[in-house]
């Protein structure tokens, strides 16, 4: 072996198996015996240990429930292919170089495998969590339709719980969190003037825990006594001890989606940070980078909060170990504490990067640049670190130190002044602009007005006094769905329809597009407004039933979100029909100055055949012959120049 | 696509480095930086658990084997600056001394965890008696697992340096290997400090 | 910027704001305040409502007027003018919202201070100054303590008029949250700690007492209810039910079964009781047969151990285990209460 | 102020910084708590006060493009600054 810069040793391609052989290659027909491969090591090794100290009864189902979680994903990543690489790494054997020839999709099967193009995940990100947006979805039209009327109709109160609880773990770590990096994955290489993510292959193995974490949730309905029904937040003790063998599912779910987003965002942080085209410096970054960047660093810190707080109610539930059980000397408001440590930040998980998709998506459509700048970048930073030092917020009425509540209402409060900072520069970006009223920009416009509104009821629950009357209600419920429904999905709607034509070279349907935002816009306002109401008049949140006064309020709401939940069918149509028959777009319909529109749509497998290189700031609208980058010196040719007939 | 872009199929443009730090060094600190709030997590149960037993500690009924775990974390320590070493060899070129701290590192690594599992089945309390227990095992425990997982990584730089690999200029395989023994290493003093002796 | 630009922006916002005040005022938002702390939460509701309007009505406006006047013309490809920013806005912008959120932030701090707060008593010794009840939950039924009227219990919250009282609450197993929405107080039960909260009614009235903190299959029926009397009524209450619980079996049975929550869970004819969540209470005879044990004996053990015989179809660690500790008369007059009325 | 971690050696010498600062704790606090407190304390100081002083002394990177193709080939690059609309861009998109 000669000096290298590597030292690793490629293999050439594999030539494409056949006979048997093909059920040894990664893919799909390894899928199976490997997982059950693993299955059988998990229960042997379980039975092993039990058999050795003599514990009774060998074979007992919680714990090998709880190792086969653990074991059989490993199974299904082994089997298609996850970790061929690494294993053939360690092993000194030559190493197949699978990130180059595994890239890029060029049928719709390379979307099934493991694929490090940074693209093709974007896109699998995108897809999956669709799907699980639309299932988690369905489990909120069942519980409207319990809820149109008092007493219970269609569903026990065990199996109520499990879907409230089901619909909101699957929306935050099913959808919106990984929806967003899906966007990211597609979009940050491209912006930043990368040919691909730092480590192609921890990106793809990253996508892959997803879908696992989405069938573990779901699979728990199918768990012997139902789904895990302590709610997405999983108060211990009730989580602990007082749950079905379903709760351990949503424990593992939590695992293997939290490993997803640190991963991910392991990624995102590195691939900025090293990879980004000469002269793109942090200032001259587009702001989706900067909230990406910012996000990351939230996931990375404070995601394995929340691994540790389910580790500890699943050693509780299944070892019987004393973490929250006072009577062994345990302390059930740790749990909340630690919870709420991730949990906090992960609202701004959640919120950042659509602020980045918010920022492009006005700033482009209304052909001005970004209102000051730095301060969106420095506010970012500013609610990263006030993200921290707020989680108690949620435990006013838990019965926490009382001295502790005063501190957290203001820390809450300032989150404000940066989160208000934002709000004011886009509107100050909108003014005076020559605005485009595409659907992108409408989704946009209704996450800035509905943010508004949720941010607004988040300063009624910041203020304790007012809090200690609200938390635990139908406001909550309100507000919560305000800030993600109204402020996520919105700016992922945005962004999925900004970046459409870019990702699949196609043009979505305007008027379908324009249709479902009328329809989600209106159908969303008319589900949650009133739930304000129920809220501050008595009802709790999480409940199968209710006093008849409430009965009318709440059959309104069942059928707006009838409503609304039949706007995403207009939604999936478009992009189903689109994505197959729409007109072939443009490389950069939208007239954008970032990286992303600079190449064809959809981009070249390595995405740029040359690094550009970044002269000037990423939101240059209006300044005459501003650039944001440019491809070796001047030699560009205008749009004029296409060919066009 | 351009025909551009096809013929460059086969290899991506090389990535400008916009950063000092080489991009899988800066992925192990970011991870390692995850994992110590992973320990966070942990150390916050026991703070919890410890203040509100407010009583002497470790709570009674419970002795600690700190003379046992204190050798054991000589052994743990001294197996950074045989890690260390390695390193430096093979920094210089020297494969023999690459293989051999490697190989007495992952020694003092096994040797570090199997004799946390034979104390484990001496320590007459198990982590379902009480919360002491509980949080004992699980901090302690946790450590053993990124033990493990430092030793497999060490185990994979082992093989490959006996197979040949790594020379002066190219040895990343044994540096971000060793970056997260290190950190286990230090991950230990802090458990050992707090559990055993504070 | 011209100045009939200014007015229309303005014009728009006063009917946003106007709209939005209408909203605020002519809904009915807040439940009739029942005690002193729930006066003061409406006024920092207000307090925040007001301001908020006024953040709500700049945001509106600035949106309706930009959409209505910035938009392009279809096929326009003209820019905006590059305005990257303005110092000075931006300063304002961001200390304004500061300075908004830290008054709300006193005002909060100190109608929170004064909530916690319990006056002196203007008579020395006066029983119901504070009045203190310690409140039990479990799954699915609370429970109300009276220390003071020699540990009279209660399945419902039964308050003096204008008294502060002090609710110590705690858990047997998960946690609840106790609120009375009129009174808009609430306090999460942790189990193994003691949470107070502080309650001055100043209205009569029976008002909802729910659990908000989702506590299992139970939570959204466990409810009961908190009545506010005069402090006279109050006390011969209490007299009356202390003579009540110590009186004969029979008579002393019900009072037990009520006091204790009992119906909360079960059906049971003679107590009118008719809740689903634990077994029929109606058939104790045929459920005894099946236990195979002595009737007094099942009922006994049922209450004391409630895991030793489960129903078929009900599940296993659902009762509450912490009915052992009632005082051996009380128990003794329960169980022949409900021997009694058992169905032949 | 500076990233004190970059590499192996650096890593080392963290470990070694870390055996000294928990070692003089456990020590002090072994003896008597409050003089535990007091070390921990005046460690942790003298640590935030050397990392806000501490520089690195390096070259600034190079940022130059990489150029990829024959040095006379021409690349379409959307000058976005011009806008046409709706209808003409996709005709011009149909081809």
Redesign the interface.
């Known amino acids: 072996m000669t000096a290298v810069t590597h030292d690793e040793v490629h293999a050439g391609p594999a030539p494409p198996p056949t006979g048997w052989r093909r059920l040894l290659a990664p893919g799909w027909l390894r899928v199976p015996w490997m997982t059950a491969l693993f299955f059988g090591i998990g229960a042997g090794i379980t039975v092993l240990v039990r058999w050795l100290e003599g514990w009774d009864p060998i074979w007992k189902g919680s714990v090998i429930t709880t190792v086969e979680l653990t074991a059989v994903p490993f199974g299904f990543l082994a089997g298609i292919g996850g970790f061929d690489y690494w294993m053939r790494y360690a092993a000194g054997s030559p190493t197949r170089p699978e990130d180059h020839s595994g890239h890029g999709a060029r049928s719709w099967r390379d979307y099934f495998r493991i694929n490090t193009d940074h693209k093709v995940i974007g896109i699998q990100y995108l897809v999956t969590t669709i799907f699980f947006f639309v299932a988690a979805g369905l489990l909120a039209m069942l519980m409207r339709a319990e809820l149109a009327r008092p007493g219970m109709q269609f569903v026990d109160n065990q199996t109520f719980n499990g879907l409230f609880s089901v619909h909101a773990a699957l929306m935050i770590f099913l959808f919106v969190i990984p929806a967003f990096a899906g966007i990211g994955n597609y979009v940050i290489p491209l912006m930043i003037g990368a040919p691909d993510m730092a480590f192609p292959r921890l990106n793809a193995l990253s996508f892959w825990l997803l879908p696992i974490a989405g069938f573990m949730m779901l699979g728990s309905f199918l768990a012997p006594g139902g789904a895990f029904a302590s709610g997405w937040t999983g108060y211990a003790p009730l989580a602990s001890t007082h749950q079905p063998i379903g709760s351990v599912f949503f424990n593992m779910g939590v695992q293997w989606a939290g490993a997803s987003s640190i991963m991910t965002a392991l990624n995102f942080l590195v691939t900025i940070i090293t990879m980004r ?3 793109m410096s942090f200032w001259r970054m587009p702001l989706l980078v900067w909230a990406n960047f910012t996000t990351s660093l939230l996931v990375v810190i404070a995601t394995p909060f929340i691994a540790g707080s389910q580790f500890f109610v699943m050693f509780d539930h299944v070892m019987h170990t004393h973490f929250f059980d006072y009577q062994a000397g345990g302390y059930p408001l740790g749990y909340q504490h630690i919870f709420w440590f991730y949990s906090h930040p992960a609202v701004y998980i959640m919120m950042l990067p659509g602020f980045g998709i918010a920022s492009e998506v006005i700033s482009v459509m209304s ?1 001005k640049p970004i209102f000051g700048y730095r301060l969106m970048a420095l506010s970012l930073l500013a609610i990263l670190v006030l993200g921290f030092s707020v989680w108690a917020h949620h435990m006013f009425v838990a019965g926490m130190a009382p001295w502790l509540r005063v501190p957290m209402m203001v820390t809450s409060m300032v989150i404000a002044v940066p989160t208000g900072i934002k709000v004011f520069s886009w509107l100050a970006t909108l003014w005076d602009g020559r605005i485009h009223f595409d659907t992108p920009m409408l989704f946009a416009l209704g996450f800035v007005s509905m943010f508004v509104i949720g941010g607004l009821s988040g300063i009624y629950l910041a203020a304790v006094p007012i809090d200690i009357h609200t938390s635990d209600t139908y406001f909550v419920v309100a507000h919560i769905h305000y800030v993600l429904f109204g402020g996520s999905l919105f700016t992922i709607f945005a962004g999925i329809y900004f970046w459409f034509p870019k990702m699949t070279g196609r ?1 979505y349907d305007e008027r379908l597009g324009k249709l479902h935002f009328w329809l989600t816009f209106i159908g969303f306002n008319l589900t949650f407004f009133p739930m304000h109401w129920l809220g501050i008049q008595g009802m709790p949140r999480r409940v199968a039933d209710y006093v008849p006064r409430f009965a009318d309020l709440n059959m309104f709401i069942s059928l707006a979100s009838f409503g609304l939940g039949a706007s995403t069918l207009v939604f999936v149509y478009n992009m189903v029909k689109s994505w197959r028959f729409g ?7 939208w ?3 970032t990286l992303e ?2 190449v064809s749509s959809p981009p070249p497998i390595f995405n740029f ?5 970044v002269v000037g700031n990423p939101y240059e ?1 209006g300044v ?3 650039r944001h980058a ?3 010196g001047d ?5 004029e120049e ?4 | 696509m351009t025909v ?1 872009a096809e013929a ?1 199929a086969a290899h991506p ?2 990535a ?6 080489d991009a899988r ?1 800066l992925g192990m ?1 970011l991870f390692i930086a995850s994992e110590v709030m992973l320990f966070g997590s942990f150390f916050t149960a026991y703070f919890f658990v410890r203040v509100s037993a407010h009583t002497h500690w470790p709570t009674a009924g419970h002795e600690l084997p700190v003379f046992v775990a204190g050798i054991n974390t000589i052994i743990l ?1 001294s197996s ?1 600056f045989t ?2 070493w390695a ?1 430096q060899a093979i920094k210089r070129g020297n494969r023999a001394g690459l293989q051999a701290g490697l190989t007495l590192t992952f020694l003092l690594g096994l040797t570090f965890l199997l004799t946390q599992i034979r104390e484990y089945s001496r320590l007459g309390f198990a982590p379902y008696t009480d919360a002491f227990g509980t949080i004992f095992y699980c901090l302690t425990g946790l450590h053993g697992a990124h033990v493990f997982v430092g030793l497999t990584l060490l185990l994979a730089a082992t093989i490959r340096s006996y197979r040949g690999h790594y020379t002066a200029d190219a040895h990343w395989g ?2 971000i290997p ?2 997260y023994w ?2 286990v ?2 991950m230990w ?2 458990v050992y ?1 707090t559990v055993y ?2 | 910027m011209r100045r009939g630009s200014v007015a229309q922006l303005v014009a728009i916002g006063i009917v946003c704001g106007g709209g939005a005040a209408l909203v605020a005022i002519l809904i009915p938002w807040l439940p009739d305040p029942a005690s002193r702390q729930a006066g003061r939460i409406d006024f920092v509701f207000w307090f925040v409502t007001v301001i908020c309007i006024a953040i709500f009505a700049l945001v509106a406006a600035v949106i309706i007027y930009s959409v209505l006047k910035f938009r392009a013309q ?6 905006g003018p590059p305005i990257h920013g303005n110092t000075g806005l931006e300063i304002v912008w961001t200390a304004v919202p500061a300075a908004l959120v830290t008054a709300i932030s006193i005002v909060s701090a100190i109608v929170l201070a004064k909530n916690d707060h319990i006056p002196k008593a203007s008579a020395a010794g006066d029983p119901l100054h504070p009045l203190v009840v310690e409140v039990t939950a479990q799954q699915f039924a609370w429970s109300f303590k009276y220390t003071g009227f020699g540990d009279l219990t209660s399945a419902t919250l039964k308050l003096p008029l204008n008294k502060p009282v002090k609710l110590r609450i705690t858990s047997l197993d998960v946690n609840h949250s106790f609120w009375v929405p009129e009174f808009g107080q609430k306090q999460d039960a942790v189990p193994g700690s003691w949470n107070n909260l502080v309650i001055t009614p100043d209205k009569n009235g029976t008002y909802p007492v729910i659990c908000t903190e989702l506590c299992g299959l139970g939570h959204a029926l466990m409810r009961s209810r908190a009545e506010v009397m005069p402090a006279q009524k109050f006390l011969s209450w209490a007299k009356g039910q202390q003579k009540k619980l110590g009186g004969p079996a029979g008579s002393s049975g019900k009072a037990v079964f009520t006091a204790n929550g009992c119906d909360s869970c079960h059906t049971f004819t003679p107590a009118g009781a008719n809740k689903k969540i634990g077994p029929d209470l109606d058939n104790l005879r045929q459920e005894a047969q099946r236990a195979g044990q002595p009737l007094e004996q099942f009922i006994r053990t049922s209450i004391v151990d409630p895991n030793a015989y489960v129903e078929p179809g009900f599940t296993k660690g659902l009762m509450p285990t912490s009915f052992s500790s009632l005082p051996k008369a009380q128990l003794d007059a329960l169980v022949s209460y409900l021997a009694g009325g058992a169905k032949k | 102020m500076k ?1 004190p ?5 650096e ?2 010498r ?2 070694l910084g ?2 000294v600062y ?2 003089l ?2 020590i002090a ?2 003896i008597n708590h409050w003089a ?1 407190l007091a070390v921990f304390v005046v460690l942790s100081v003298g640590v935030v006060w050397w990392w806000m002083r501490a520089r690195r002394i ?1 070259p600034p ?1 190079q ?7 024959a040095p006379d ?23």
């Open positions: 085209a000469p002269g052909r043009m007109p072939a777009a443009a490389a950069n319909p007239r954008s100055l529109w600079q055949d040359e690094i550009p290189q609208y005459p012959d501003a440019v491809f070796n030699r560009q040719v205008e749009l296409v060919p066009t007939r | 551009q460059h443009p090389e400008h480095q916009s950063s000092r730090v060094t600190f320590v950074s890690m260390h390193l044994v540096e060793g970056i290190h950190f290493d230090v003093i802090v400090t002796i504070l | 279809p096929g326009e490809d003209m820019d | 990233n971690l970059r590499s192996e050696a890593a080392f963290f470990l870390a055996a928990f070692g704790i456990a606090g072994v535990g390096e990177l940022a130059t493009p990489v150029r990829r193709g080939e021409r690349r379409i690059l959307v000058i976005a600054n011009r806008r046409r609309s709706w209808s003409s861009r996709l005709r011009s998109i149909r081809l």
